[in-house]
């Protein structure tokens, strides 16, 4: 199972990034609903040199992947505009068309207020005035107040319906056309002819439906706010400095090695090196900490990351769409144009919805007609069906809880890189956890010093500290800071040498010291008293790595080092327990100091002595034994192991091989992150499964009720409307989903 999941997803990305080349994304305007949307994405696959195609009717974007180079935008313009549709080259996340969300959301709300006083005033003659809505003056107001109503409100349906049958296809508009225009044609007869009117469902239909797409369109802006204040956090001008003059320029034309001049409370316009100047920058949108990161000459900073006190030189090493945030936001938008296993179906049957609704609308006409001889109750059950079987619910079912779900994900800095690691999550049965840097704080700290009977922990710490101040190994450095912590200044040193793997020698104050692990010590002629083996044994045995520092002839005490766990580690193990999964360590170390620390935080399981390369296997014999697993690491020496297991966490990065290596990125350094990210997925694959399950079961339960006649047109109108605005809400509710601390 993991392997054909992990080929699934190079298979995935090397279709979008690979030898197949980058996928396109462009702007798709005029689609009303699902079907809409499978017609689009079936024309474009269709198209020479595309070598396939996704079509997202919430975010109404299409992605298209070309089969080798460029794929020629204009002719795909071209094919769209022919069956009825638009498309806008997408830039830099940025739809080349002026908001169309914001435009659509303000034309139906004008459309909705044209039609409520109107509407109102014809549902009232038709159907509470008594004997004042038989008056032929009442007929006709009911004639001319629906009109307007009918022909101005209703036209994007009817002009929609119009452009579908010029292209022999069908789609939501045609249903809603086909329906309003029947009661309407009726009623008018009916006006001179004489008979029941109808034209209150007309005006109502047109009325709920345009109401309903204002809600629509408002919620999916809402829907894709993350992006957008992602794309908000970037800076529109830099301040650059060109042959010595400074100069105020638009981002998008820094070039790689400008050098950048940022002043204090000024954004970093894109991703640098420090030249010159000392700050503390607030990386806060990229990573969730909230305290400023000191930086310094040589240290690398992120554009759209804030400089809060010192004057700054940058040199710009990123620009465009290679900066962190702009790869941030292409991956939000991949996931959420992506579609899940359960979309395609939806898709499918979007693609034949429409026709099957006309024919089933038809047949009911007839059946009460030719059967029941009661053409009028006929033409209610049609007019009842058309409208309400309008797909709009099902076509926005499924990507309007992705959008909703990978957007809060965003916001809480969980990005989710493929729409598949929605449905993993819920499969997981393992988690493993790399211990370094993961479950610990990847650098070692100065624990326990225990100095010889009647000897001083602060001479020990100080002589031991100025032996290692030349070591670059992990624990020389944590002694010598442990050292200048406790005992301030420390003496310099001398002769210093550092045998590899073993330990270092210096002269201190003119005595020779010695600090390393107790078998070099015994080695170099250092007594090693008891009371020294005795503590080496026990800090040994509560998983601490253990050195013996020593001079004049005699082992004089131990320093214990460990790499400390991180504060919630514990509360981390637990959450995943329960949400029902076990949890594996994997680390280098020696098995008993591994099982040291996974006693205290809970850890089901210990994979020990793992080298870095090893770490692949480990994953794959755990797949073999049935697991699912996913793999918690720091995106960077883990890749192998992210990409191999059924579920790959990056956590606390933002580097290129984490983004490439995982399915979903932690860009905050809190391992609560990891739990969190699980739930988010898990709710908003539950939140499709709802979305899906009430579309389809709205339509299975209303059609054959319209076609009984046991539903009024007016009651469809609304319900059919209030079936698309449920699952956009429905879908919304994941905005609340909770940050972690």
């Excluded at 400095?241 to 950048?260: A, K, Q, S």
């Excluded at 007839?366 to 076509?395: R, T």
């Excluded at 594996?584 to 935080?601: Q, S």
């Excluded at 883990?638 to 990125?665: C, H, K, R």
Aim: net charge negative; glycine share 10%.
């Amino acid at each position: 199972m993991s392997n054909r999941r992990t080929e699934q997803r190079e298979a995935a990305e090397r279709a979008r990034n690979g030898s197949t080349g980058a996928g396109v994304e462009l702007a798709v305007e005029g689609m009303s609903c699902g079907a809409c949307a499978a017609r689009v994405q079936k024309t474009l696959a269709r198209q020479p040199g595309v070598a396939d195609a996704e079509v997202n009717f919430a975010s109404r974007r299409a992605t298209v992947i070309p089969e080798s180079g460029e794929v020629d935008v204009g002719a795909l313009q071209r094919v769209v505009s022919d069956i009825g549709y638009e498309l806008h080259p997408v830039e830099d996340g940025v739809d080349s068309a002026d908001d169309p969300e914001a435009a659509e959301q303000r034309m139906w709300f004008v459309r909705t207020l044209v039609a409520v006083p109107p509407t109102l005033i014809v549902v009232w003659l038709a159907m509470f005035s008594g004997e004042l809505g038989e008056h032929p003056a009442a007929r006709w107001t009911q004639l001319a107040l629906t009109i307007p109503v009918q022909f101005w409100v209703g036209w994007p349906f009817l002009k929609g319906m119009v452009q579908r049958a010029l292209q022999r296809s069908a789609n939501m508009d045609t249903l809603i056309g086909l329906g309003t225009l029947a009661a309407f044609g009726y009623s008018t007869v009916a006006l001179f002819v004489g008979g029941f009117l109808y034209f209150e469902v007309a005006a109502f239909i047109v009325a709920a439906l345009a109401l309903g797409k204002y809600f629509e369109a408002r919620a999916r802006r809402r829907a894709g706010h993350a992006i957008k204040a992602l794309l908000e956090l970037g800076v529109k001008e830099a301040t650059v400095l060109r042959g010595g003059t400074e100069m105020t320029v638009p981002v998008g034309e820094l070039r790689i090695g400008d050098h950048m001049l940022v002043r204090p409370g000024e954004k970093i316009p894109t991703d640098g090196e420090i030249v010159d100047g000392v700050s503390a920058v607030d990386e806060s949108m990229l990573t969730g900490e909230s305290i400023p990161v000191e930086k310094t000459p040589g240290d690398a900073v992120t554009g759209a990351t804030l400089n809060t006190s010192g004057v700054l030189t940058v040199r710009a090493t990123a620009v465009g769409a290679d900066t962190a945030l702009a790869r941030i936001v292409r991956m939000v938008q991949d996931a959420q144009s992506g579609k899940a296993p359960m979309q395609r179906l939806a898709d499918r049957i979007s693609g034949v919805f429409v026709p099957i609704v006309i024919v089933i609308a038809l047949l009911s006409l007839a059946g009460w007609w030719l059967l029941a001889g009661d053409p009028v109750n006929g033409l209610i059950a049609a007019v009842a069906v058309l409208i309400i079987a309008c797909p709009c619910a099902l076509g926005l079912a499924t990507p309007i809880a992705i959008m909703v779900g990978t957007g809060r994900g965003a916001e809480l800095g969980v990005l989710i890189k493929r729409i598949e690691t929605l449905e993993l999550t819920r499969q997981v049965t393992t988690v493993v956890l790399d211990k370094t840097g993961t479950l610990t704080r990847g650098e070692m700290t100065v624990t326990d010093v225990v100095s010889e009977p009647d000897g001083d922990d602060r001479e020990l710490l100080r002589r031991a500290g100025a032996a290692e101040a030349g070591s670059e190994h992990p624990i020389g450095r944590a002694v010598v800071a442990a050292a200048a912590e406790r005992v301030g200044e420390l003496p310099a040193a001398s002769d210093f040498d550092a045998p590899t793997g073993q330990g270092v020698r210096a002269t201190i104050e003119d005595t020779t010291v010695l600090v390393g692990r107790p078998s070099w010590m015994a080695e170099q002629g250092i007594a090693v008293p008891e009371e020294i083996g005795s503590a080496v044994a026990r800090l040994e045995a509560d998983g601490k790595t253990v050195v013996v520092a020593g001079w004049d002839g005699r082992a004089r005490g131990v320093i214990a080092v460990a790499d400390t766990l991180k504060d919630n580690a514990a509360e981390v193990v637990g959450e995943l327990h329960r949400l029902g999964m076990s949890v594996a360590m994997l680390t280098g170390d020696n098995r008993r100091t591994a099982e040291v620390i996974a006693e205290t935080v809970g850890i089901d399981r210990v994979l020990a002595e793992v080298h870095p390369g090893d770490k692949k296997d480990e994953i794959e014999r755990l797949q073999a034994e049935g697991e699912v697993v996913a793999m918690v690491g720091d995106g960077i020496n883990d890749a192998p192991a992210l990409v191999q297991a059924d579920l790959g966490i990056a956590i606390g990065t933002g580097t290129d091989v984490a983004i490439e290596s995982s399915d979903l990125t932690l860009m905050r350094s809190d391992l609560r992150g990891v739990p969190q990210s699980i739930r988010l997925s898990r709710r908003t694959y539950r939140t499709i499964q709802q979305n899906l399950g009430w579309a389809f079961g709205y339509n299975i339960l209303a059609i054959p009720a319209a076609a009984a006649a046991l539903l009024n047109p007016m009651i469809a109108g609304a319900a059919m409307a209030l079936s698309s605005i449920s699952v956009v809400l429905n879908a919304l509710r994941m905005r609340r989903f909770e940050r972690v601390g």
